[in-house]
């Protein structure tokens, strides 16, 4: 696997972490603030240092590369695959009446099947419902395939993200990367290191991933009164007070987020599913524990693997990222102790991350977690 990195900030040069060298056929990641990738001198220039075919661009909450954090800049990662294939397919969420469960179904319908190991999804993060996109994609899933991934982001905004493969970025768009080879290895961990707090209530009124009632109670209105002042800063005040969601029948919470609010029907959108009769509790977090859930999830990505990871894509919250403010790289840190220095960095802070429970094969929405995607030939 080759592998080429690059940086720029704005109207700085580009940085490149690698030798710029020619590669054949590679896979370009390009992570990135919403506003360059409006840019249309943006994107020449991207698609000028880097002319290759496949080119994935999404748009950020913040932007990770070589164990460094960075704002309103453009991180790109080429990869070369010697022995391994990649296939690139995408739908539009705005094509389905943003109803994700069928954009899912059609975006598996794409994917050849022949030796397929891993799907890597990258979406649309401002209004779809991640639970539903996923269930989606599985329902014809061998249980062999894995899939991890992250929605979009636009920093603290919430206004629009974009993504798009090959068409320069545009809003609604999903990408569904399939990954091709025997000698792959692809392991890969979510963990969080947020802490429930406060009564544990139960859902009672919901649809999908619109949360109406607690306990037969507003949960806009339960939820203002908790936040208190901050309640005027919402949804961003949500990401320092997620939720904790245990459906009915399942052991294993999720962390859940706010997307949006409507004062017209008092109801929360997040980003997953948030089913009636659903445990539910406020959580907070410290810097200490969000920096540890990272070297969590690095450590178990790394366990019974067989070689080292070439590639390391990572997937963090913009609540983590929030509440960690000038310590954020402490959890990239922890990350790198882990994996090693050998291993190329590259990812992005999202509304939304994508990953199996940690030792399960199903994949799961999650929120505030660290999810890494290690992958070597």
């Known amino acids: 696997m080759k592998i080429v990195q690059a940086l720029k900030i704005e109207d700085k040069p580009w940085k490149f972490f690698q030798e710029d060298i020619p590669l054949h056929n590679p896979l370009v990641l390009v992570f990135a603030d919403r506003f360059l990738l409006e840019k249309s001198e943006v ?3 991207i698609r000028s240092r880097f002319p290759y075919e496949h080119i994935v661009f999404g748009s950020t909450s913040g932007e990770i590369v070589s164990g460094e954090v960075y704002e309103k800049s453009i991180v790109v990662t080429a990869i070369e695959f010697e022995k391994s294939t990649f296939q690139v ?4 969420i705005l094509d389905y009446h943003k109803n994700a469960r069928p954009l899912g179904e059609a975006l598996y319908g794409k994917i050849n099947k022949t030796n397929l190991k891993h799907l890597f999804v990258l979406s649309e993060g401002s209004f779809v419902n991640g639970s539903s996109l996923i269930d989606g994609i599985e329902d014809h899933l061998s249980d062999a395939v894995s899939i991890t991934g992250g929605m979009c982001g636009d920093d603290a905004r919430f206004l629009k993200t974009l993504a798009s493969y090959k068409e320069n970025p545009k809003e609604g768009e999903v990408v569904l990367i399939g990954f091709y080879g025997e000698s792959l290895e692809i392991t890969f961990a979510s963990f969080g290191g947020w802490l429930p707090f ?6 009672t009124k919901s649809t999908g991933n619109v949360l109406f009632e607690i306990d037969d109670q507003s949960a806009l209105d339960l939820y203002r009164n908790y936040l208190g002042d901050k309640a005027s800063e919402l ?9 904790n969601v245990t459906p009915e029948g399942k052991s294993e919470p999720v962390v859940r987020t706010i997307l949006g609010i409507d004062d017209k029907n008092n109801s929360m959108i997040l980003a ?3 089913p009636v009769n659903s445990r539910v509790q406020l959580m907070m977090a410290s810097v200490d524990g969000i920096a540890a859930g990272a070297q969590n999830a690095a450590a178990i990505a790394m366990e019974g693997r067989q070689t080292p990871p070439d590639l390391a894509v990572l997937v963090s919250c913009i609540g983590r990222k929030l509440v960690m403010n000038q310590r954020v790289e402490e959890e990239i840190e922890q990350v790198q102790e882990i994996i090693g220095q050998q291993t190329t960095i590259t990812g992005f802070y999202s509304y939304g991350e994508m990953a199996p429970f940690n030792g399960k094969t199903a994949c799961e929405l999650h929120n505030q977690t660290m999810t890494l995607t290690l992958i070597s030939e």
């Open 43 to 45: 994107i020449s220039d």
């Open 89 to 92: 397919v995408t739908e539009n």
């Open 198 to 203: 406060g009564p544990e209530r139960k859902i």
């Open 235 to 243: 949804p961003q005040a949500s990401l320092l007070y997620p939720l």
């Open 272 to 274: 997953g599913d948030v």
